[in-house]
């Protein structure tokens, strides 16, 4: 007999007990279940005491207090854990009920399972959830892909928790985003992005520290500034707030914080999946190398005893020595140009793995997913919204009025602080790899005949003329010209 729960929901850490409170908040009631029995019972006793839950000691019960078609929401680590899972509940269920997977998972594990699951006559759908602790419980953008028969299912519910934007606030950042791993793949690329937006703001925030040494108050208010700007975003927000966080001891909290990043590996997942298209994302790869670096704390600081940067130009050394205020707006132009280079990145990734699964990706609703609830929610996504409704075959955002207007005023500065870094030794990988990315581009000639000249020459890989059409093959030996 059929229970009459609206939402079940497997793995009570952080995300899930927060998705489950926040499904709740909403008017569900929500079936609950976790490995550990105990933190049902802790959840029954604390957060979730008094409201419309069911705490559940086994698969056997949760199924049985849900009502059909019956909702499965699996909130746990991504990999062999969900399918492991999917293998324990899929028999308990009805043909016609949906599992889903809301974890950080590789696209193609969706690909796969959604296949495998749809043999059993059962619906899956892979969500990505964006937005942290805060968002599962407030509301997180969500990017749902799988089975397209399950979306109808389980829309009310994702909508209803999901973040909202526009003039009413009335619009969801969750629409159904395609077959498969659609979904994952998009909250992939949204991660991939992330990486981006950190290590940008990161060059910003070193360049203004190195450079013109403004101290953690000056910094609070650039990047308060920056915010009422074009740079209105959550990550610019939460930079801004570091700045004015003191320790016990009255010091700035985030000069404490040793200079060795973390990753989970999503940043990683685009940049390996864009070599395998043959996209070139290389700000997010930058940024993965980047943390690379970072991470060699120990060595780095071996090797900063002994290797010397510019004559006059080191560590605490040399400054800028133009105008500070003029210099802070560059660098804001700069941060922007680049950001614009990241995010158009970003969706010719997409196009081109749309183009290779076969998924029909509306790139503007993507963009709009992430307008709320997840970490790089900006202003600046609507802009990014009306460039592809205005063409959706744009080809890149850089070919939009909007952001090649834009670039165009921004370029100057961004050279400029781009070259001041290099002159003071300032490290700053993802400005210069988006300026470099912006000037391959916008080049209807690049140095790639010489390449393929060369390939011919030791590997007989032939290549094509601008003259004639054809494949040809030269023996560069026999012609070449004789060393004298």
């Not at 790139?363 to 609830?373: F, H, K, P, S, V």
Request: glycine share 10%; with cysteine.
């Amino acid at each position: 007999m059929a229970g009459d729960c609206d939402f079940g929901l497997i793995g009570l850490a952080v995300m899930g007990e927060n998705l489950a409170l926040n499904v709740e908040s909403r008017g569900y009631k929500v079936a609950v279940f976790n490995r550990t029995t105990s933190k049902v019972d802790e959840l029954m006793a604390g957060r979730a005491k008094g409201k419309n839950f069911v705490g559940c000691h086994s698969l056997e019960e949760l199924v049985g207090a849900l009502k059909a078609p019956r909702k499965v929401f699996l909130m746990v680590q991504a990999g062999p854990a969900v399918d492991t899972l999917i293998d324990q509940v899929a028999p308990l269920l009805s043909p016609g009920d949906v599992i889903i997977d809301g974890g950080n998972t590789y696209y193609a594990d969706t690909e796969r399972r959604t296949k495998y699951v749809e043999e059993k006559g059962l619906l899956f759908i892979g969500t990505g959830v964006s937005g942290g602790e805060e968002g599962a419980l407030k509301g997180p953008s969500m990017m749902p892909g799988g089975s397209e028969k399950g979306w109808p299912l389980v829309k009310p519910i994702f909508q209803a928790i999901s973040a909202k934007v526009g003039p009413k606030n009335d619009i969801p950042c969750c629409e159904w985003v395609g077959p498969r791993g659609a979904g994952h793949y998009v909250k992939m690329v949204h991660n991939g992005i992330e990486y981006g937006d950190m290590q940008l703001i990161c060059e910003a925030y070193f360049i203004l520290k190195e450079a013109l040494g403004l101290s953690n108050d000056e910094l609070y208010d650039v990047f308060a500034e920056w915010n009422r700007g074009d740079l209105d975003s959550y990550l610019i927000e939460i930079t801004r707030d570091i700045f004015s966080v003191k320790d016990d001891d009255g010091k700035h909290l985030v000069d404490k914080v040793l200079d060795r990043a973390g990753a989970k590996g999503t940043g990683k997942w685009m940049s390996q999946l864009a070599l395998d298209l043959g996209v070139p994302s290389t700000l997010v790869t930058e940024a993965v190398y980047a943390r690379s670096l970072s991470a060699i704390k120990e060595e780095r600081v071996r090797a900063s005893a002994v290797l010397k940067g510019p004559h006059g130009a080191h560590l605490h050394g040399k400054k800028y020595e133009g105008d500070r205020k003029t210099f802070i707006e560059q660098v804001r132009q700069a941060l922007y140009a680049s950001k614009i280079v990241s995010y158009a990145q970003g969706f010719v990734q997409l196009q081109a793995a749309a183009k290779e699964h076969d998924w029909p990706l509306n790139y503007g609703d993507c963009a709009m997913l992430w307008r709320g609830g997840c970490i790089i929610r900006a202003v600046f996504l609507d802009r990014i919204k009306e460039a592809f409704d205005a063409n959706p075959k744009l080809e890149n955002l850089l070919l939009a009025p909007y952001f090649s207007q834009a670039i165009d005023e921004s370029q100057d500065a961004w050279r400029h602080v781009v070259a001041a870094a290099v002159t003071l030794g300032i490290p700053t990988p993802a400005f210069s790899t988006a300026l470099a990315y912006y000037d391959g581009y916008r080049r209807a000639v690049l140095p790639a005949n010489l390449l393929q000249a060369q390939r011919d020459y030791f590997g007989a890989h032939t290549y094509q003329r601008t003259d004639r059409e054809g494949v040809f093959h030269t023996d560069w030996l026999a012609n070449r010209k004789k060393p004298v």
